[in-house]
């Protein structure tokens, strides 16, 4: 009798279109990211510093666009590096500049430092954001060099907000981070931290006194460390998996569906923040669920804002966005169908919920999923107000 060797399930043959990605993939920019958990621990100042080492070494490197806030150390690491000049743009009767991509792109060179990554461009450039610049770098076969801070994040914005006060304007999809092959954490002490903003290194002397008695305070700082420091230990873990998830003899465990609840409030954002942070964790797909008590059409401007804002949200998290309306269904009934049909394993539910979402604080919602589904885990969320 013949014997007939199978082909281990982890070692199949590429698909064409698996073999058309790898080959994108292999054309493509490689991105490296510096990290900090805060504004003035180094990040500029070490990318510069490899910037002029790869120099040495017979790299192409240039400039894009660098942020030195007036740090002296950091504008002696400038010298010799060569600039691709910005890209003016007038806007209400001023000139403002930015980073020059098509100038970039023409340039070809091996490497291109761009600071400031989570900055909004002016009106009028190619891109919003700044990291969409650095994609159409990267997409050219260019290097990328470039620097963030942790607060940046999209998904740690609520936890950014509950540890200083502070509301970050300028954010970043995680998904982005993502694609970086190489992220480097700068990392500095709180103390050596608040030293080097005393000693003028950081910010010019008239905001010194405010900087260390609000956004510097060693409290925050420790926070903030310590949430650089998990969140670039977490890139790693999956880096490594991806490297080795291959060679796994089976599933390493269930397959998590997150499904995030949002109503017209003011805490939506921050449940789909949170489902984006435990489904990265879980490796998990994400789906966020509005229930419109009312015909769509009939959405006023502020709904529809509103709706969009979250679809944004979903494209940056890579989610789903569901918009449905409820009819004659109670929205525990929308939830269950849509659990059942997505095959969800998790649902986050905001705790703060008004009018029809009122029940959710009466538990009757959670009761009557409990009661309809099984092996459903159920996330009550505090708007932490």
């Given at each position: ?128 954001k700044r990291y969409m610049d650095v994609e159409d ?86 926070a903030l460390r310590e949430l650089a420091l998990r ?79 979250w679809k944004i949200l979903a494209d940056q998290f ?68």
């Amino acid at each position: 009798m013949k014997s007939v060797k199978q082909e281990h399930p982890y070692f199949r043959k590429k698909t064409p279109e698996e073999l058309l990605d790898e080959i994108v993939q292999s054309n493509r920019g490689k991105l490296k990211l510096y990290i900090g958990a805060s504004p003035g621990v180094g990040k500029s100042y070490k990318m510069l510093q490899d910037a002029r080492d790869l120099r040495k070494e017979g790299k192409d490197v240039v400039i894009g666009l660098i942020e030195t806030h007036g740090r002296k150390e950091t504008e002696e690491q400038i010298k010799n590096l060569e600039f691709v000049p910005l890209m003016s743009i007038d806007y209400k009767g001023k000139t403002f500049y930015e980073l020059n991509v098509q100038a970039i792109i023409a340039r070809k060179p091996d490497i291109v430092i761009v600071d400031e990554l989570a900055h909004t461009n002016i009106p009028g450039s190619i891109h919003l954001k700044r990291y969409m610049d650095v994609e159409d770098i990267l997409e050219a076969g260019i290097d990328v060099m470039s620097a963030v801070n942790i607060q940046h994040l999209e998904s740690v914005n609520d936890i950014i907000q509950q540890i200083t006060g502070v509301t970050v304007r300028e954010r970043i999809p995680d998904t982005f981070m993502k694609k970086a092959n190489e992220t480097q954490l700068i990392d500095i002490t709180p103390e050596a931290l608040r030293k080097r903003l005393t000693e003028g290194k950081i910010y010019h002397p008239e905001k010194i006194e405010q900087s260390l008695s609000h956004f510097f305070t060693t409290t925050n700082l420790s926070a903030l460390r310590e949430l650089a420091l998990r969140e670039i230990a977490n890139d790693v873990d999956e880096k490594i998996e991806q490297i080795s998830g291959d060679l796994q003899d089976g599933p390493i465990g269930v397959y998590e569906k997150i499904l995030v609840c949002v109503h017209f409030g003011p805490t939506a954002e921050k449940l789909i923040r949170r489902g984006w942070r435990m489904a990265n964790r879980l490796k998990a797909d994400l789906f966020i669920l509005n229930i419109a008590s009312e015909d769509m059409d009939s959405f006023n401007q502020e709904k529809r804002q509103k709706i969009q804002q979250w679809k944004i949200l979903a494209d940056q998290f890579n989610a789903e966005f569901l918009l449905e309306e409820q009819g004659k269904r109670k929205p525990a009934e929308v939830i269950i169908e849509i659990a059942k049909k997505y095959h969800i394993t998790q649902i986050l539910l905001g705790q703060s919920a008004r009018t029809r979402w009122e029940e959710i604080r009466k538990g009757s919602i959670v009761n009557t999923i409990m009661r309809k589904t099984s092996n459903i885990d159920i996330h009550i969320v505090s708007d932490g107000r």
